[in-house]
């Protein structure tokens, strides 16, 4: 027998209701990966970290995600990409461990871990307490170091900074405002070494940081601090990096700092994309690319994407 009207009405109801159902789960298991997601990449203004903030962006669009960067952000603050991050305006950002516990923790410089997964475990918790979290360290690790020229360093058969005890009394150096007081600069040095400098000249200006290699070549300065990333240190072997051989510089690794909503979101893909374009960032790959940008003057763009072109992603 034909089913009545009322019949008819319901059996449509109960078709659409389980379309509806069918539309609305693929729509979730399109979405379940979090490319729909908007993310924003920030950086700091300087091309260190804008290259960095170039490769995390590049990385994550050709993963799929939908990726714009917000470069930039000022140096004078420390916590400033803390504050965009927490605003909401950025999604993430590389930021150093050392520089992390520095601002979020109560350990003073010289009490910072040395080794990274340490360092990375009390950076995760004190990001945690602001709300924020953290992915894998890189390979490298950015530190500040003690460099002089090679012919000085064989003249006096200097390796490691012990090696400067009952000899830097007659040597000069230059260094950041800071140094008088931070363990991985003169405080350092003459609490930890015993080693103490004639002299020291401090840099004041971005051309005096600028020329940090510079003032050895001149004749200036017997020692000069400069970041073990330098892209001077991956264009010319006359410089030395003086080995830090007890042990004080705290680990400077590189942490990409996001919000745990971000990577829930995000899924799966999106932490694996961030640790995959990580694996190839050693010390002379990072030296490479910062001497791209600042002794080659090319973009931090052109210089990350070259950079990915050798990195083997997930998918």
Known sequence: MAPNGGSRIGLALIALAAALIVAFSLAACGSSDGKSLTLTIGARATPEEEILGHIYMGALRQAGYKVKGRFGIATESLD????????????????????????????????????????????????????????????????????????????????????????????????????????????????????????????????????????????????????????????????????????????GNVIFVTRPKVVEEAGDEFEQTVIAVQNGLTLPVMQRLDAEVELEKKGAAEVAAGYLESVKLPG
Do not use: W
């Open 80 to 251: 400033a990409p803390f504050r965009e991050l927490e605003a909401g305006r950025i999604s993430g950002y590389p930021e150093h461990l050392d520089t992390a516990l520095e601002e979020l923790s109560s350990l003073s410089s010289e009490s910072l871990p040395k080794q990274p997964q340490e360092a990375y475990r009390d950076a995760k918790a004190a990001l945690k307490k602001e709300g924020l979290t953290a992915l894998p360290p890189t390979p490298y690790s950015r530190n500040r170091r003690l460099a002089m020229l090679k012919k000085t360093t064989e003249a006096h058969h200097l390796e490691t900074i012990s090696d400067l005890k009952g000899k830097s009394e007659k040597m000069t150096m230059q260094g950041p405002t800071d140094c008088h007081f931070a363990a991985d600069c003169l405080a350092g040095f003459e609490r930890f070494y015993r080693v103490y400098f004639k002299s020291i000249s401090y840099t004041y200006t971005d051309k005096e940081v600028r020329e940090r290699f510079k003032v050895l070549e001149d004749g200036k300065f017997d020692a000069s601090i400069v970041n073990n990333t330098d892209g001077q240190l991956a264009k010319s072997d006359e410089f030395v990096l003086l080995e830090d051989d007890k042990h004080v510089l705290p680990a």
